[in-house]
């Protein structure tokens, strides 16, 4: 079936029109070559990234979420840029040598620098285990005491990275991300957007230190932290002159998320958590219009649309060694639930509670979510559902939607 949950917007109902072009590619490509399998089939596409190292490259044919698929003989392809002539002062941004390491090792095309970002416990680590099956391309920050992974503000050395209050661990972490005052303002560093260049680069000197354990020689650097939700924009502008910049967002039911909370919408701890929910979604929802690329996993996804969600992934980061997830057992959904301390009954879990104890049937007064929730693809009732969102679309590549002609 066609994947909804991944769609910009809403499918469009088929008709006799049906068979004409996509209308993402009539903005996207200038010129189409004849029908393939009733798809229009861009002839030529308009790389993103440094206006100076733009070319044109030919391509596939469209894969089912919208992207064109990768030219075998291609080396750069949608959303992806050429290393500059140019690096700039290493004094001035250290990252440079990161990015001439990756040069050195033959590559033409700037390395990526991937950030997952999302509310606690929204599935980031269920990104993260699946990132962590393609050791061969992606590199990850490690805990040089255990040897796992470890979230980038928590590496040593990164204490005092930012002017602000660490705000993404300790207990009541969702409270401490997205609680607002009476005028609706975060804790002070929650939400950075364009911060001075002195705090840009700073925070450069000081992450090129700090974040070592990278191995430069592969094409994709991953780094996890929750709060990176409401950073992405800051982070975009530190790593804009280095790395091609590609986030990924979880995002999680508000019924679900907090389990450790009583499950009945009515009652107050939930009600403040479904509050906080939407102060930071709503956030981060502002400044999806600010990122190039991005890409959103509900958590949902996963046990919706395993093979889609993990599809999806990989053509995002353009990942070389796809479709492991077919075969290996690493990959599996129950082994990446397992590595992110989730089982497969969490899932819902809280939906299930709620409607055995009949307080959804009971307690409707709340209204007022309702409608605010369904801005982000959830029915607020209904947890185990997720519908394709009316105000963004899921994905985005080079500045345009992946998939609006779902």
Known sequence: GTPTFLAGTSPATPSSSSSSSPPWVKTVFDDLEDKHDGRAVPKRFLQAGNAKHRRL???GVEDWWGMPSRPEDAEVTWGESYIPDYWGDVEENPWIQAAQT???AGSRKRQKMVMLGGLPHSGIDIVEAFLAGHTDEVSWLRNTTSNGHIEGMNVPGMQGALPYPYWGGGKQKLKRMCGQDHERNFRPGIHLTAEEPQVVRHFRQQSFQAWNTFDHTKPILV???????????FHQKVFAETHDFFPIFTIMHPLEIGIQYHCDPSTKIRFQVTENWLNCQRAWLEDLDHYDNYLVIPFEAWFIRFEDTAATIERYLNLKDRGRWKTSKTLSLPHLLGAANFTTTTFGACNRKAKKS??????LHIKAFIAAVERFGYTLLESTKFAAPS??????VGGRPCNEWL
């Open 223 to 233: 780094e996890k932290d929750p709060p990176n939700l409401l950073r992405m924009r």
């Open 391 to 396: 105000t963004f679309p899921m994905c985005k």
């Open 102 to 104: 990756f040069s050195k």
């Open 358 to 363: 009949g307080v959804f049937e009971q307690r």
């Open 57 to 59: 490259e030919d391509t």
